[in-house]
C-alpha cells in the first residue's frame, strides 16, 4: 500500500481525499497557494508545501513545484483529484518518470481516451455509437460537412471539457464565427485550439458510467448517474440511479461503457459519459480519466469508498470487487453549491464567508473545504461544497436534500443553495422527465419568490442568535455618536 500520497488540488476534493487518506492510515500532504494559506485541506494534511505563482490558480498547474513537493516530502505518490492537471497525460508522465505513483490511469489511456476526438474513433471502432460529426481543419471544411449532416450543431473543444469551447450552431450563417470563439475559448483553457462539431441532440439527457479498471483490461461498471440539471454547460445536480431509465437501457449503455475501458485497458477510475436522445438511442459523448466531482451518488447506491479503489489500484492491486457483487440499492442525489447568483444568469460571486452551519443527519453528507472566515475570490472555481443525501427512494432523497439545503446557513457570498432547493421540489423534477435544458425551460417558475416582511423577520432573529452576527452587528459605529455636535 501507499505510505504518503501529495494531493495536487485544494478545496473541496482534497479535504474529501484527506479523509479517505486518514482512514486508510496513509500520511499526506497539501500544496496550496499563499492565498489558500489558511484553507481547510492545508490545515487538515499532515504536511503542507507552499507553491509559489503570482496568478493563484497557476500554483497548482505548476508541475515542476508540485513533483518537487512530493520528493521533499518523501510523498510516494501524487493524488490529483479532479480538474487543474487530474487529466494531463504529460503531468503523469512526469510523476512515474520522478518515480512516483500517479494516482490515476496511465498516460497512454489519458491520450486515447482524454482527446475527444481520439476518443471518439476509438470509440466507433469498438462499435460504440457516437453522434454524426465533424473534424475538420478549417471552417470551410467544416461548413460543406455541416450540409450533409445538417444543424443544429454542437461546437466542442476536443481536449477540454467543463462546458468550455463549445457553441450551438443553429445555421450556416452562425457557423464561422462560432467556430471562431470556440477554438479561441479552447485554446485560452486548454493549451490546444482544435475543436470539432458534432450533430446536436435537442433535449438530450446526460448519463454517464462510472468504471474502474485494473489495466489489464478488468473492468467493473458501477451503474450510472444522471447529469443532466446543468447550467451554462455544466452539472449543478446529479444522481443515481437515472430516474425513468428503463432496464435494457441501463444494461446497454454500462455494458458499452465497461467496452471501451477494457479495450483501452484502462486503470483506475474514470467515467464514460453518453448523450441520451428521446427516442432511446444514445452516443458516446467523452471519458473523463479522473475522478468526477458526482462520485459521492455512486458511493452512497453502493457503499464503496472510490477514492480508496483508486488508491489500492494505484498501488498495484487488483479489483477489490466484481460485477456480480455490485447491486445499487436506494437513491442518492448531491447539490453542487456555487458561489454564483441564478437570478442573474448564474454569474459567479465573491465576498468572504462571514457564518457556515452545516446540516447533519444519517442519511447526509457534506463535502466541503470552506470554513467562515474565507476570502471566496475570482482566482478559483466557484464550487464551494457539496451536500449530497440518501434515501430508500428517489422523492426520500429529494425531500433529505432539499430540506437540509433550507437549514444550510452561508452568508458573506451569494450562493445558489436557495436556487438548488426550488429545483428539488419543482413538481417536474419530482416526475422526473429530465433533460439538459430543464432549467432554461422552467427558468421563470424557478425565480426567487418576494420574501414576505414576516419571513425577513424570522431570519433576522435567526441570525441574532449567532455570536458572530451579533459582535459584527454591534461594533458598526453609531453616526451621531462618531461625529460629535457636527450634524444637523
Not at 481547510?40 to 513537493?69: N, R, W
Not at 486548454?190 to 448519463?207: K, L, N, S, W
Amino acid at each position: 500500500m501507499l505510505r504518503r500520497v501529495l494531493i495536487a488540488n485544494r478545496g473541496e476534493i482534497a479535504c474529501r481525499i484527506l479523509r479517505t487518506l486518514r482512514a486508510e492510515g496513509i500520511a499526506s500532504v497539501a500544496v496550496y497557494h499563499h492565498e489558500d494559506r489558511a484553507a481547510p485541506h492545508v490545515q487538515l494534511a499532515d504536511a503542507a508545501v507552499e507553491l509559489e505563482a503570482e496568478i493563484p490558480s497557476a500554483a497548482y498547474l505548476d508541475q515542476a513545484q508540485i513533483v518537487a513537493a512530493a520528493k521533499r516530502t518523501d510523498a510516494d505518490a501524487i493524488h490529483p483529484g479532479y480538474g487543474f492537471l487530474s487529466e494531463n497525460a504529460t503531468f503523469a508522465e512526469r510523476v512515474a518518470g520522478a518515480g512516483l505513483t500517479f494516482v490515476g490511469p496511465d498516460a497512454q489511456a489519458m491520450r486515447l481516451m482524454g482527446d475527444k476526438i481520439h476518443a471518439r474513433a476509438f470509440a466507433l471502432e469498438q462499435g460504440v455509437a457516437v453522434a454524426p460529426s465533424i473534424v475538420a481543419s478549417d471552417a470551410g471544411s467544416v461548413a460543406a460537412q455541416a450540409a450533409q449532416i445538417g444543424f443544429p450543431l454542437l461546437i466542442k473543444a476536443a481536449a477540454g471539457g467543463g462546458g468550455k469551447g463549445m457553441r450551438i450552431v443553429r445555421s450556416a450563417t452562425e457557423l464561422s464565427e462560432s467556430l471562431r470563439l470556440a477554438a479561441a475559448e479552447a485554446q485560452r483553457y486548454f493549451g490546444d485550439g482544435r475543436v470539432y462539431a458534432e450533430r446536436y441532440t435537442e433535449r438530450p439527457r446526460h448519463i454517464e458510467v462510472q468504471v474502474l479498471g485494473d489495466g489489464r483490461g478488468n473492468v467493473v461498471h458501477l451503474f450510472e448517474r444522471e447529469c443532466s440539471l446543468q447550467r451554462r454547460y455544466q452539472k449543478i445536480i446529479e444522481e443515481s440511479p437515472a430516474p425513468n431509465l428503463p432496464g435494457e437501457r441501463r444494461t446497454a449503455i454500462c455494458a458499452a461503457a465497461v467496452r471501451l475501458a477494457s479495450a483501452a485497458r484502462y486503470r483506475n477510475a474514470g467515467t464514460v459519459e453518453f448523450v441520451l436522445a428521446p427516442d432511446g438511442s444514445f452516443y458516446f459523448l467523452e471519458m473523463n480519466t479522473r475522478l468526477q466531482v458526482e462520485h459521492p451518488v455512486t458511493e452512497y447506491v453502493l457503499g464503496v469508498d472510490l477514492v480508496a479503489e483508486q488508491l489500492r489500484i494505484a498501488a498495484g492491486g487488483a479489483l477489490s470487487m466484481a460485477q456480480r457483487d455490485l447491486e445499487p440499492r436506494g437513491h442518492a442525489i448531491e447539490c453542487r453549491i456555487c458561489a454564483e447568483e441564478p437570478e442573474h444568469e448564474f454569474r459567479p460571486a465573491t465576498g468572504r464567508i462571514g457564518i457556515l452551519r452545516v446540516p447533519e443527519g444519517a442519511n447526509l453528507r457534506f463535502d466541503g473545504g470552506i470554513r467562515a472566515g474565507q476570502a471566496i475570490t475570482p482566482a478559483f472555481d466557484s464550487l464551494l461544497a457539496k451536500l449530497i443525501a440518501y434515501g430508500a427512494s428517489r422523492a426520500a432523497a429529494a425531500d433529505t436534500l432539499a430540506d437540509a439545503l433550507r437549514s444550510t446557513v452561508l452568508l458573506g457570498v451569494p450562493t445558489n443553495i436557495d436556487y438548488l432547493e426550488r429545483v428539488l421540489r419543482h413538481p417536474r423534477f419530482r416526475s422526473g422527465p429530465l433533460h439538459t435544458g430543464f432549467l432554461s425551460e422552467y427558468a421563470q417558475e424557478l425565480l426567487p419568490h418576494e420574501q414576505s416582511a414576516p419571513a425577513a423577520a424570522a431570519l433576522l432573529a435567526a441570525l441574532l442568535t449567532e455570536p458572530e452576527f451579533r459582535r459584527a452587528a454591534l461594533e458598526v459605529p453609531e453616526p451621531y455618536a462618531s461625529i460629535g455636535p457636527w450634524h444637523n
